[in-house]
C-alpha cells in the first residue's frame, strides 16, 4: 500500500458536471484519504477545472471497452478493499445524433444501442470488474446515476423510450447485482441514485421548461449523494432513491 491512503472514493465518469463535482465534494473530505477519477477525457485542465490536485487526487482516463475498463481495474488493485465510496456518473440522453423519442416513429436501432451501453451496459461492466477491488473489510456504498423516469410504477407521460428502458434495465442490472454482492461481499452497499435536474450537459436543452428552484446545481447534488453515502446502511439490498434521499417505486 503506497502513501495515497486506506479510505479511498472512485468516481467514474468523473470528467462531466456531477462526476466532476463528486471529485471535488470527496477531494473536501477528511475522512476520504485518497479520491480515484476515471474519465475519458481525462483531467480538465485549469482554469475552468476547479479541482486542486494536491497529493489526494489520482486521474486515469480510459476508453469505455471491456479491456480498457479491465485496465483500470487493474491499476485499483494495490488499493483493493479500501474503496469507502464509489460513483458510477455515465449516462446519456442526447448527442449530436441522438435526441430522446417523443413518438414510436422516431425509435431508431442504433440510437437503443448507444443510448444501452452508456446507460446500462457500461455500469453493469464496471460492478462485474470492481467486485474483487471493493471486496473486503472497509464499509463500501456503490451510487450509479439512474433516474426517476426509469421508474415503471412512476411512468405516467411515456416518451423518451431509449432513455426510459435504459434506466429501467439499469435499475434490475442493480438488483441482480446486490443480490450476489450482498451473498459475495456483504461489505458493498449499492444505491441506485436519481440526481435531479442538474445543470449539466445532459440536461442543457430541456431547462427552459424546468420549474423554478428545481434546476440544481451538479455542487449541491454532490453535497446531498456524499450524506446518501454517508449515512447508508450496509443492508445487502438496492435502494432506489432520489435527491433527498427518499425512495422511488420500481
Known amino acids: 500500500m503506497t502513501s495515497l491512503g486506506t479510505n479511498c472514493a472512485l468516481v467514474l465518469g468523473a470528467s462531466g458536471g456531477l462526476g466532476s463535482a463528486l471529485v471535488t465534494k470527496f477531494l473536501s473530505d477528511s475522512a476520504i484519504t485518497s479520491v480515484f477519477a476515471v474519465s475519458s477525457q481525462g483531467q480538465p485542465s485549469a482554469p475552468s477545472n476547479p ?6 487526487l489520482v486521474w486515469i482516463k480510459t476508453e469505455y471497452d471491456e479491456q480498457s475498463m479491465a485496465g483500470v481495474v487493474d491499476q485499483l488493485k494495490p488499493y483493493a478493499g479500501h474503496f469507502a465510496r464509489v460513483c458510477i456518473c455515465h449516462g446519456l440522453l442526447h448527442s449530436k445524433t441522438i435526441w430522446p423519442e417523443k413518438r414510436l416513429e422516431d425509435i431508431n436501432a442504433e440510437a437503443l444501442h448507444e443510448i444501452f451501453q452508456s446507460n446500462t451496459v457500461v455500469p453493469a461492466l464496471w460492478l462485474k470488474l470492481l467486485f474483487k477491488v471493493l471486496k473486503g473489510k472497509t464499509p463500501c456504498v456503490v451510487a450509479t446515476m439512474s433516474a426517476r423516469v426509469g421508474s415503471i410504477g412512476d411512468n405516467r407521460m411515456g416518451g423518451w423510450h431509449s432513455y426510459r428502458a435504459s434506466k429501467a434495465a439499469l435499475n434490475m442490472v442493480l438488483q441482480n447485482m446486490a443480490i ?3 451473498r459475495r461481499a456483504k461489505n458493498v452497499k449499492l444505491i441506485a441514485f ?6 449539466t450537459g ?8 424546468v420549474p423554478s428552484g428545481k434546476l440544481f446545481a451538479p455542487a449541491f447534488v454532490a453535497s446531498q449523494l456524499a450524506e446518501i453515502l454517508a449515512n447508508a446502511e450496509l443492508d445487502g439490498q438496492l435502494s432506489y432513491v432520489d435527491w433527498k434521499g427518499q425512495t422511488i417505486s420500481w
Open 194 to 199: 436519481h440526481p435531479g435536474t442538474t445543470d
Open 51 to 56: 479541482i486542486s490536485p494536491g497529493n489526494k
Open 202 to 209: 445532459l440536461s442543457k436543452p430541456f431547462q427552459a421548461s
Open 180 to 182: 450476489e454482492y450482498a
